[in-house]
């Protein structure tokens, strides 16, 4: 069955602490992975997918095929990156279907 | 940047009515709109995929006569909750794709059904 886990519902850290939010998934194939973002009363956005490779706002993720993760990293936290942090995969054969994991609320305190 | 309208952002209403929710891509077409459910402390749910001009495809163990889509245009879709009860309450999301397959999505509507 294909699933996206993100064990941590929430993660407080202080400011310039590093962040990594985690993200296993459960897919047969090769999926594509994505990092979705919700600021506090705005909707939700791509942050980023693992095919750009691209770090924005200072984030990364790698892909993990071996751990089947798609952990994303941030070096030093920055208030602004409070938010809800959604992972989800898109499986290839249905480029639809965006699959969520149940999100992790991420707080950084000053 | 591109921007999806979605209307009402909460409602409350009486077991037994319809609830309409309205999803609009306000300065791209969309030629494909999709709506979640999500209930609290869990993930988004696929409901269906909306085309424009033709019918939804819903997800397994989605009732098609109880969620009504239609996509009348290439910037309107809407959702009807039909004859809602309480396990209805969620919170719903629409999202639209421009080309190139970015999406984007609304704010959501919270249901609440009394």
């Known amino acids: 069955a294909q699933r996206v886990t993100q064990p941590e519902k929430l993660l407080s850290v202080f400011k310039g602490a590093p962040v990594e939010l985690k993200c296993n998934y459960s897919y047969s194939g090769s999926p594509e992975l994505f990092w979705y973002v919700q600021y506090s009363r705005q909707r939700l956005q791509l942050l980023l997918r693992h095919i750009s490779r691209e770090s924005i706002k200072g984030f990364t993720a790698d892909l993990n095929k071996g751990e089947t993760s798609f952990h994303l990293k941030k070096p030093f936290a920055q208030e602004e990156d409070s938010a809800m942090y959604y992972c989800a995969l898109r499986p290839i054969y249905n480029t639809d279907k965006l699959i969520f994991g149940t999100g992790t609320r991420l707080q950084v305190f000053p | ?114």
């Open chain 2, 1 to 114: 940047g591109a921007v999806v309208s979605q209307h009402p952002s909460w409602v409350i209403c009486k077991s037994g009515t319809s609830v309409k929710i309205e999803c609009r891509s306000l300065d791209f077409q969309a030629t494909t709109m999709f709506w979640y459910r999500q209930f609290p402390k869990q993930s988004l749910m696929l409901m269906a995929t909306s085309n424009e001009g033709s019918k939804a495809t819903y997800e397994q163990g989605v009732e098609k006569d109880k969620f009504l889509i239609n996509h009348a245009s290439l910037t309107l879709s809407t959702l009807t909750v039909t004859s809602a009860h309480p396990e209805d309450s969620s919170f719903y999301i629409c999202s639209a794709r421009m080309r190139g397959e970015k999406l984007f999505f609304g704010s959501g509507t919270q249901l609440s059904v009394l």
